[in-house]
């Protein structure tokens, strides 16, 4: 797997394609997962030329959601005591360090969300030595030629915190990112007025990165189904904020407008799982055993 940015390379551990290959001969999706190379351009634009490649690896990952069902977990430790801990978006750790863990090796970034991450600098960006970031958003906003709101930030940040590892995924590869979803689900992204979440880039860069991803506080694709289901907040640290399972409930409904389709991407990450070393923890979950092939799976909506 190539990673471009300031200084290193990212691939699968030979264990994980060695395991995985078996199961993508009877799946057509899984290689397409197994060979999405994710480029990330290095916001240093003193390199952009150079691209070099980004070195990082990790034996096992902590893949912390900002779901409400982490809130009395008590799976810190656990947490912190995993070689990578991967966050998104704007998900702090200060006074929830109990439940979600202190520790962050990677934080993967929206551009809907680079305002609140500034605003919470001091704890977000200047307290994350060693810390990645991965910012990813349409071409608009990540364009180099003054115009790209984004990039205008993430260069303003890099001024003045040099030491911070800043990174964006290329237009190309967004581009990629669409292609996948539509592999997986078989539908277009903008035809089905989808807007791809950050747990969907997360998910798929980890799958890059590790060689084994221990999901928290992610729930099965048909958990909002149950009417016994328990309501939680969409984000652990909005405790009054949307319910979760109605938050997942309308942007899978709606059509006007885009939408995220959190229940369409969970069935293609338990999919994953039945392929890839995933595990998933608060709730804890294990994707039901198929009694057909991969091939004959529909179209998940």
Partial sequence: MVYTSFNNLAYFHASLWFSSLFHCLV???????????????????????????????????ALVTSSGHLLGSKQGN???????????????????????????????????????ILRNRNELLNMSQGTVFIFWGPSSYMRRDGKGLVYNNLQL??????QLKV?????HKMLQ???????????DRKISNTWLSTGWFTMTIALELCDRINVYGMVPPDFCRDPNHSSV??????????????????????RKGSHHRFITEKRVFENWARTFNI????????PESLTINHLEIKPVF
């Fill in 27 to 61: 799946n057509t999706h899984c290689m397409d997962v197994l060979h999405l190379l994710l480029l990330l351009i290095p916001v240093n634009s003193e390199v952009f030329i150079s691209l070099q490649p980004l070195k990082m690896h990790c034996k096992s990952c």
């Fill in 78 to 116: 656990r947490i912190d005591q995993t070689e990578c801990v991967i966050r998104m978006n704007d998900a702090p750790t200060r006074g929830y360090g109990k439940d979600v863990g202190n520790k962050t090796s990677l934080r993967v970034i929206a551009h809907s969300s680079i305002q609140r």
């Fill in 157 to 162: 940040m890099n001024q003045i915190l040099p």
């Fill in 167 to 171: 990174y964006m995924v290329s237009r």
């Fill in 177 to 187: 990112f669409d292609d996948l979803f539509k592999r997986e689900t078989g539908k």
């Fill in 233 to 254: 907040p969409y984000h652990y640290y909005e405790p009054l904020g949307p319910d979760e399972c109605t938050m997942y409930i309308s942007h899978e409904r709606g």
């Fill in 279 to 286: 595990h998933f923890f608060q709730p804890d979950w294990k």
